[in-house]
Nanobody, 122 residues
């Protein structure tokens, strides 16, 4: 029922910037974490950045100091500001939300965006 809709991908030159957005199709309650992943052909999906409901942020070493994750919880939206892009950042980027289970025996709920292409090239 709930879908995550991504936007903001595209083409950037080396050293340029892009801002990705990911918004739930309807307001979501009790999201406990949000994150961004990326994937290129032949490689496993890599976690780029994540943020918990408590505000704890983690970044992959490869993007540390260049990418910034932020949220607008009232809009059930997560952003990824990407600065100083380089060609190695080229990938399909996916957002991810997690909700805790409603009961102790539940397994929680995971939601994935459709993926957006980011290409960094001159």
């Amino acid at each position: 029922q709930v879908q995550l809709v991504e936007s903001g991908g595209g083409l950037a030159q080396p050293g340029g910037s892009l801002r990705l957005s990911c918004a739930a199709s309807r307001s979501m309650f009790r999201i406990d974490s949000m994150g961004w992943y990326r994937q290129t052909p032949g490689k496993e999906r890599e976690k780029v950045a994540s943020i918990t409901g408590g505000g704890s942020v983690n970044y992959a070493y490869s993007v540390l100091g260049r990418f910034t994750i932020s949220t607008d919880n009232a809009k059930s939206t997560v952003y990824l500001q990407m600065d100083n892009l380089n060609p190695e950042d080229t990938a399909v980027y996916y957002c991810h939300f997690h909700q805790p289970p409603a009961t102790i025996e539940g397994r929680g709920y995971e939601y994935w965006g459709q993926g957006v292409q980011v290409t960094v090239s001159s």
